[in-house]
């Protein structure tokens, strides 16, 4: 140092902390490259499918019988979207659909919370049986006919509580949020409240509950994504036509699109070009694709972090 402050060393010869540069080697290099291009593929094929029945959707139905859609609409049109939202049915399964993911989430977080911190506690009598109990359902399930039967004795057969009510508790979810608990809430931080005056209530809304925003969030995206894509419900549980879901309804037009297709198909074999429907079975399919699934795309990235973060500590053994 004395001969750098000296000048007989120049100061720009000397190393600067930090700014080593780390040699690569030619055959890392290319595996770099190598795999950038592979991962850009992968995305490709993953993305290709969506993009491919984005521009059907947003095509004209009547360029789109001529074939040959890739990944940008020839003839630009809203047609589709027009002849699909313009069906007042649609209206009241989009309400029941967003009422389900609201209430249904909702209350599934709350009970399952409860659940998960209640199996935490070690004063908590016969935990160990009932958790036993809750966890042969899992393995071993009496069937559909048992299910409805009980569904149908509790009288929530063609009610909207039938969407509700039998998915409030996943013992699951529930055992996610107790190793969460376990392994990331100290019980020194909840004794520590307990000398400071604070109940039962208080430590597990105000102490526990925001330190459980990560599982919170998984449990959250499980529930919503379960109660958007789900359509069997509808179709074992309710038969009213007020409770259709936007599932149910997809599942409807896909069988009426196949019917649509066999009128096409009788009308170019009579010759008779005037009853062939400008919608073809295709256009409409995938504009109702796009409807139920982009509301889950957009909202998926908002609780990406908390999904990983949330599903790798709740899936600790405890």
Request: aromatic share 14%.
């Amino acid at each position: 140092m004395a001969d750098i402050a000296n000048g007989r060393i120049p100061a720009q010869s000397v190393p600067k902390a930090g700014k080593r540069r780390i040699r690569r080697s030619p055959g890392y290099r290319i595996f770099q490259v190598a795999n950038r291009i592979f991962l850009i593929l992968l995305s490709f094929a993953f993305l290709y499918p969506y993009l491919n029945i984005l521009s059907i959707a947003f095509n004209d139905p009547a360029d789109t019988k001529k074939g040959g859609l890739f990944l940008f609409p020839r003839a630009p049109s809203v047609y589709n979207f027009e002849l699909l939202l313009g069906d007042e049915v649609l209206g009241n399964a989009a309400f029941i659909t967003l009422s389900r993911i609201l209430i249904g989430t909702a209350l599934a977080l709350l009970v399952q919370f409860g659940a998960g911190y209640a199996f935490t506690k070690r004063g908590f009598r016969g935990r160990s049986g009932l958790l036993v109990f809750l966890m042969v359902p899992m393995f071993i399930s009496g069937g559909l006919i048992p299910y409805y039967i009980l569904l149908a004795n509790t009288n929530l057969i063609n009610t909207f509580w039938v969407y509700i009510l039998p998915d409030a508790f996943v013992f699951f979810h529930t055992v996610l949020i107790r190793v969460f608990i376990q392994t990331t809430v100290p019980v020194s931080l909840e004794e520590a409240a307990k000398l400071d005056g604070a109940n039962d209530v208080y430590i597990l809304f105000r102490i526990v509950l925001p330190l459980c925003a990560p599982i919170l969030a998984t449990i959250a995206l499980f529930t919503i994504v379960f109660h958007w894509n789900d359509w069997t419900n509808t179709l074992f549980f309710a038969t009213s036509r007020r409770l259709h879901t936007l599932q149910y309804r997809l599942m409807l037009v896909i069988r009426e699109s196949e019917a649509l297709q066999a009128m096409i198909r009788a009308s170019i074999r009579q010759g008779d070009f005037t009853r062939v429907p400008r919608a073809t079975p295709e256009s409409i399919r995938s504009a109702m694709l796009i409807v139920t699934t982009l509301p889950i795309i957009l909202f998926y990235p908002f609780l990406q972090k908390y999904f990983l973060k949330g599903a790798v500590i709740g899936a600790l053994k405890d």
